[in-house]
C-alpha cells in the first residue's frame, strides 16, 4: 500500500473562463478533498499559477498531474512535497476594539504570535498573521474569547526550492506556436 503524502500542485495556465471549473472535475470525479486552494499571476506575463493542496498518493498526484495537463489551457504543472516547497498562509482576524483596550492579555497574544495590527476604529480591529496553518489557527483560537467578529484564511501560496524551469518552458511553448 502506497503512503499519503501532502502534494502542493502547481499549474501554469492562461487566464481563460472555465478552466478552474474543468480542474475542479478532475478532483472530483476521483474524490480528492481539496485541502487549499490559491490562484494570482505568476512570475510570467499573462500566466497564472494556480496552487492546490492535497493529501494522496505519489502514484495518484502523478496521473492527476497529468490528466491537467492535457486541459488546453493549461502550459505546465508540476508537483512538490511540504519538504521540497517553501509556503505560508495569511489570515486575517476582526476583533471588537473594546478587547484591545479593556483586555491586557490580547495585546500580548498578538505581540507573542508575531501577527500585525492592521487597522483599528472605535468598532472593531483587524490583525494579520502570515505563517503555517497551525499558527494562524492557534491566533484563531487565542482570540475567540476576546469578540472574535470575522476570521479569514487565504490559501497555500509556495514557491518551490528546486528551480521549475517555467520561463524556458514557456519560450519553448511560444516557439513552438510560432512555426
Not at 500500500?1 to 478552474?20: A, K, W
Not at 502550459?75 to 495569511?90: L, R, V, Y
Not at 495590527?117 to 480591529?125: E, G, K, L, R, Y
Not at 489557527?137 to 476570521?151: I, M, N
Given at each position: 500500500?502506497s503512503?499519503?503524502?501532502?502534494?502542493?500542485?502547481s499549474?501554469?495556465?492562461?487566464?481563460?473562463?472555465g478552466?478552474?471549473?474543468?480542474?475542479?472535475?478532475?478532483?472530483?470525479?476521483?474524490?480528492?478533498?481539496?485541502?487549499?486552494?490559491?490562484?494570482?499571476?505568476?512570475?510570467?506575463?499573462?500566466?497564472?499559477?494556480?496552487?492546490?493542496?492535497?493529501?494522496?498518493?505519489?502514484?495518484?498526484?502523478?496521473?492527476?498531474?497529468?490528466?491537467?495537463?492535457?486541459?488546453?489551457?493549461?502550459?505546465?504543472?508540476?508537483?512538490?512535497?511540504?519538504?521540497?516547497?517553501?509556503?505560508?498562509?495569511?489570515?486575517?482576524?476582526?476583533?471588537?476594539?473594546?478587547s484591545?483596550f479593556?483586555?491586557?492579555?490580547?495585546?500580548?497574544?498578538?505581540?507573542?504570535?508575531?501577527?500585525n495590527?492592521?487597522?483599528?476604529?472605535?468598532?472593531?480591529?483587524?490583525?494579520?498573521?502570515?505563517?503555517?496553518?497551525?499558527?494562524?489557527?492557534?491566533?484563531?483560537?487565542?482570540?475567540?474569547?476576546?469578540?472574535?467578529?470575522?476570521?479569514?484564511?487565504?490559501?497555500?501560496?509556495?514557491?518551490?526550492?528546486?528551480p521549475?524551469?517555467?520561463?524556458?518552458?514557456?519560450?519553448?511553448?511560444n516557439?513552438?506556436?510560432?512555426?
Amino acid at each position: 500500500m502506497s503512503d499519503i503524502t501532502r502534494y502542493t500542485i502547481s499549474i501554469y495556465s492562461e487566464n481563460n473562463v472555465g478552466l478552474l471549473n474543468r480542474i475542479s472535475a478532475i478532483f472530483l470525479k476521483r474524490h480528492i478533498d481539496i485541502l487549499s486552494f490559491s490562484t494570482s499571476q505568476s512570475e510570467i506575463q499573462d500566466v497564472f499559477r494556480f496552487v492546490i493542496v492535497v493529501d494522496m498518493t505519489e502514484v495518484s498526484v502523478r496521473k492527476i498531474v497529468q490528466q491537467i495537463e492535457k486541459q488546453v489551457d493549461v502550459i505546465k504543472a508540476f508537483f512538490h512535497t511540504d519538504e521540497e516547497t517553501i509556503f505560508q498562509e495569511s489570515a486575517l482576524y476582526k476583533v471588537k476594539s473594546s478587547s484591545l483596550f479593556e483586555e491586557r492579555q490580547i495585546q500580548n497574544i498578538i505581540k507573542e504570535s508575531h501577527a500585525n495590527i492592521v487597522t483599528v476604529s472605535p468598532v472593531f480591529f483587524v490583525i494579520e498573521k502570515t505563517g503555517f496553518r497551525h499558527e494562524t489557527e492557534k491566533l484563531r483560537k487565542d482570540l475567540a474569547p476576546y469578540g472574535l467578529l470575522q476570521f479569514v484564511r487565504s490559501g497555500r501560496i509556495s514557491v518551490s526550492k528546486a528551480p521549475m524551469g517555467i520561463s524556458e518552458i514557456l519560450n519553448n511553448f511560444n516557439n513552438q506556436n510560432k512555426e
